[in-house]
């Protein structure tokens, strides 16, 4: 019997998994790659890391693998260590491969890691990157079609070089997002997001390969408009609004399109943004002073189907991201932000 694949640990943070289930609207996209809702940094972002250990040749590594992603997609890496970066990179040749998803890492205290490169075969960083840059295991995709063997593979993972329980297989690789978690819509089994599995862990046959480079659709999923489009609003050119001012009119003009804002606070308080019209829109706050730092993120609060997010803020800078709740949906709404 051959040794399972080194498998990756699906870092997914309780709540989402907790979500409860929206109705799903059909799937009218034509990219893959699956992102959990709500884990992208704003587009245009520059992501600073840091790492904690590894050789000058395993750094290396680390390096080339993640810019792999940058060529693609509207964000940059910082690798100058700073105290506070957003991916913190352990090699803990005893911890696997692991990452937090997308903005799932700022939740982590600074002084701990938010991926560990315990191996790093193949395309492992890249892969690694891909989570923290906010996607999912494509396995994890509804539209994948695998039917598990669930005693083989519980078995084949419960030795080495894995040693998982149950419960860690069950979460890591039985688990699959529901439609409306993910951005996704069809399965890819050449992304980099899939690791590789004998036929004789499914049922029906399905086996997948190692894929150790970015797939043309992995390259497609993250340039495009529900990830990082290079066309897109970075932050530097952000629509400014003043607090208490009128409200603002906006439009989604394009499916996908992302639009941006930001604001400042001159003294502490709570705030409230909120959205007005008829279009279905999904607000996510950034701040203080950081594009990278999830406050809040809202679908309906508002009035209808409009978000609004209160919050109680220093005084600082503040970045609003606004997206149709839909792949495809566009319209125009109103934008405001008062103090209370
Ligand atoms: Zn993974």
Same mark, same amino acid.
């Given at each position: 019997?051959?040794?399972? #694949? ?9 709540? &989402?998994?907790?979500? /409860?289930?929206? *109705? *799903?609207?059909? /799937? ?17 972002? !520059?992501?600073?890391?840091? $790492? +904690? ?50 903005? =799932?890492?700022?939740?982590? #205290?600074? !002084? ?20 923290? %840059? ?11 079609? %695998? ?21 860690? *297989? ?16 069809? $399965?890819?089994?050449?992304?980099? +997001? ?9 049922? !029906? ?7 150790? %480079? ?12 529900? +990830?990082? #489009?290079?066309?897109?609003?970075? #932050? ?26 930001? $604001?400042?606070?001159?003294? =502490? ?9 008829? *279009? &279905?829109?999904? +607000? ?32 600082? &800078?503040?970045?609003?991201? %606004? ?18």
């Amino acid at each position: 019997m051959t040794a399972a #694949p080194k498998m990756c640990f699906d870092r997914i943070l309780p709540r &989402d998994v907790l979500r /409860p289930q929206l *109705t *799903t609207t059909g /799937p009218n996209g034509t990219t893959r790659a699956i992102s959990p809702r709500g884990k992208s940094w704003l587009n245009g972002s !520059n992501l600073r890391v840091r $790492f +904690m250990g590894g050789s000058a040749a395993e750094q290396a590594t680390a390096r080339e693998q993640a810019l792999w992603w940058a060529d693609y997609a509207n964000l940059t890496f910082d690798f100058g260590n700073a105290p506070d970066a957003e991916i913190r990179v352990s090699f803990d040749t005893n911890d696997g491969a692991w990452s937090f998803v997308g903005t =799932d890492s700022r939740q982590m #205290p600074p !002084n701990q890691a938010t991926m560990n490169l315990g191996f790093l075969d193949g395309g492992t960083a890249g892969h690694e990157f891909g989570h923290a %840059i906010g996607l999912a295991h494509e396995h994890s995709s509804p539209a994948g079609g %695998i039917q598990w063997d669930e005693p083989v593979v519980l078995a084949a993972l419960a030795g080495p070089p894995n040693f998982w329980d149950e419960a860690t *297989t069950r979460h890591n690789v039985f688990f699959k997002y529901s439609l409306d978690q993910i951005h996704g819509t069809a $399965f890819d089994p050449d992304s980099i +997001m899939l690791y590789a599995f004998p036929a004789s862990w499914t049922t !029906n046959g399905v086996a997948t390969h190692a894929n150790d %480079i970015l797939s043309a659709l992995d390259k497609e999923f993250v340039a495009g408009a529900k +990830m990082y #489009p290079k066309s897109g609003p970075s #932050p530097s050119k952000a629509t400014v609004l003043a607090v208490g001012a009128d409200r603002a009119k906006a439009d989604i003009g394009k499916s996908g399109e992302e639009d941006l804002f930001r $604001f400042t606070t001159d003294q =502490d308080g709570v705030y409230q943004i909120d959205t007005r019209g008829q *279009t &279905d829109v999904y +607000m996510k706050l950034f701040g203080p002073n950081s594009q990278t730092a999830l406050i809040d993120e809202d679908d309906d609060s508002g009035y209808g189907l409009n978000p609004r997010i209160s919050a109680q803020l220093l005084a600082g &800078d503040y970045y609003v991201q %606004i997206r149709h709740y839909d792949r495809s949906g566009t319209g125009t709404y109103s934008i405001a932000v008062k103090k209370r």
